[in-house]
């Protein structure tokens, strides 16, 4: 499902993705950089620095922590990471959703105009 069908797809099958999401979701960002091993004759010497993959989150005490990424499950984690935002665009939408429901029964009942 992409992003455009979110208004359009019912809200079972909505909640039904979000428990699939919850299982591979990681919180965070993928920041790629280079980095330099000080070995003269190392071709990052010359400029060509080896990659270097790293987790960045905020974590409960207030701060940013990151971990880094093993070469072997990038790909996971880059997943992870994009099944996190489609959770927390899904939540967003049920969450709409309940909002324009909870003013509509107000209004019904008389609770609000």
């Known amino acids: 499902m992409s992003l455009d069908h979110l208004t ?3 809200d079972a ?3 039904r ?3 699939r999401l919850a ?3 990681l ?8 980095r330099v091993c000080g070995k003269p004759t190392c071709r990052c010497a ?13 974590a409960p005490e207030g ?13 996971s ?3 992870g990471v994009a099944a996190w935002h489609r959770f927390e665009a899904i939540a967003r939408a049920l969450a709409e959703r309940n909002r324009a429901q909870v003013w509509t029964r107000a209004r019904r009942r008389g609770q609000i105009r």
């Open 46 to 58: 010359r400029g060509e620095k080896h990659p270097v993959v790293q987790l960045s989150y905020w």
């Open 63 to 75: 701060q940013t922590r990151g971990h880094h990424v093993p070469h072997p499950v990038v790909e």
């Open 27 to 34: 919180f965070g960002t993928i920041a790629e950089r280079g």
């Open 8 to 10: 359009s797809t019912p």
């Open 23 to 25: 299982r591979q979701m």
């Open 17 to 19: 993705e979000l428990g």
């Open 13 to 15: 099958a909505l909640r």
């Open 77 to 79: 984690v880059r997943a």
